[in-house]
């Protein structure tokens, strides 16, 4: 039986990696006595993946992961034991049986985060707001070095073709949120802090962003 659930990753457990995140997932497992299926190896762990990786330092709501269990089990069961062996911040918001063959973590096909922008004065979130809607209207290069063979490969980029949408979802004094969906190719995505970067370069009189992601889409239905 696999299952497939959401959970959150909120507060401190922003700043651990994704390795720990998952030791984290694979070891509240083992508490709840759950038994899962595991690897075969040298060192087998437990049929646990997460389904696309979250940038260190940046909150989530809506963590995909997905675990084959030996026996069925009540997902309402499986959702209340994990969460009693979860730590604070980290907890399992919905879960559902998953009877497709392919694996979570390859359908993933765009991401979605909310941005919270402050501004440092009204004027400014007055044309942040009219100009939201052609923020996608130009290209903007971006550059990424990657070590290859004791070489340093550059490799430039338009960020602005991965970015499929975005929406303006409400505002607050000197703060806006917005909505940005980025597209998952199977050569990687858009890392959080180049969006920050354009978002900074592109707005006037931006004091701070906050970043958290909300969802991540899939080619099909998975939750």
């Known amino acids: 039986m696999k299952i497939v659930f959401k959970y959150t990753k909120l507060g401190k457990l922003k700043f651990i990696s994704h390795l720990d995140n998952l030791r984290v997932l694979q070891r509240a497992l083992r508490r709840t006595g759950i038994m899962a299926k595991y690897s075969e190896g040298f060192n087998p762990h437990p049929k646990l993946s997460i389904a696309y990786p979250l940038s260190l330092g940046v909150e989530s709501i809506g963590e995909i992961a997905e675990v084959e269990v030996i026996d069925d089990i009540n997902i309402s069961e499986f ?4 969460n009693k062996c979860l730590p604070d911040g980290m907890a399992i918001t919905e879960a559902s049986e998953y009877a497709d063959n392919r694996a979570v973590p390859s359908m993933v096909c765009s991401q979605v985060y909310r941005f ?14 009219n100009s939201l809607k052609g923020l996608l209207d130009n290209d903007y290069p971006i550059i990424r070095e990657k070590k290859k063979k004791n070489k340093i490969v550059k490799k430039e980029m338009n960020l602005t073709s991965f970015i499929q949408s975005i929406d303006l979802l409400s505002t607050e004094m000197l703060d806006i949120d917005i909505q ?8 990687g995505s858009l890392k959080v802090e180049e969006v920050k970067d354009f978002l900074y370069n592109s707005l006037n009189g931006v004091k701070s962003i906050e970043v958290q992601r909300i969802a991540l889409n899939f080619i099909d239905k998975v939750i």
């Open 79 to 82: 959702i209340d034991k994990m």
């Open 180 to 187: 940005i969906v980025i597209h998952v190719s199977d050569t």
């Open 116 to 129: 919270t922008i402050s501004h440092n004065d009204q004027d400014s979130v007055d044309a942040a707001i």
